[in-house]
Nanobody, 118 residues
Framework: VQLVESGGGLVQPGGSLRLSCAASGFNFNSYVMSWYRQAPEKERELVAAISSTGSSKNYADTVKGRFTISRDNANNTVYLQMNSLKPEDTAVYYC????????????WGQGTQVTVSS
């Protein structure tokens, strides 16, 4: 099983980034996919989640209207489009997979760093 994030980097405030998470080794279509983030000295927090079919999405209040989660089940990939980035979005971003009938995440990626700074 692998979850491999990519797309992080350094961006100026107000800029955009698109994160990708490529999944392998499990039945991607049966899993809820989520993005989490963890800033230095803070707890990991849920940013966005998408149902196994993509029909349902939810977001943290801090990113609503700026971030969009999506998935491509044909290519086993989940995305996080991040617009209007703010310095407080700086964190390591992780993707996670949860079997749709379970309440805890089964798999985690290694994380990708997002830094928002001028």
């Amino acid at each position: 099983v692998q979850l491999v994030e990519s797309g992080g980097g350094l961006v100026q405030p107000g800029g955009s980034l698109r994160l990708s998470c490529a999944a392998s080794g499990f039945n991607f279509n049966s899993y809820v996919m989520s993005w989490y983030r963890q800033a230095p000295e803070k707890e990991r927090e849920l940013v966005a989640a998408i149902s196994s079919t993509g029909s349902s999405k939810n977001y943290a209040d801090t990113v609503k209207g700026r971030f969009t989660i999506s998935r491509d089940n044909a290519n086993n990939t989940v995305y996080l489009q991040m617009n209007s980035l703010k310095p407080e979005d700086t964190a390591v971003y992780y993707c996670a997979a949860r079997f749709r009938f379970r309440s805890t995440n089964d798999y985690w990626g290694q994380g990708t760093q997002v830094t928002v700074s001028s």
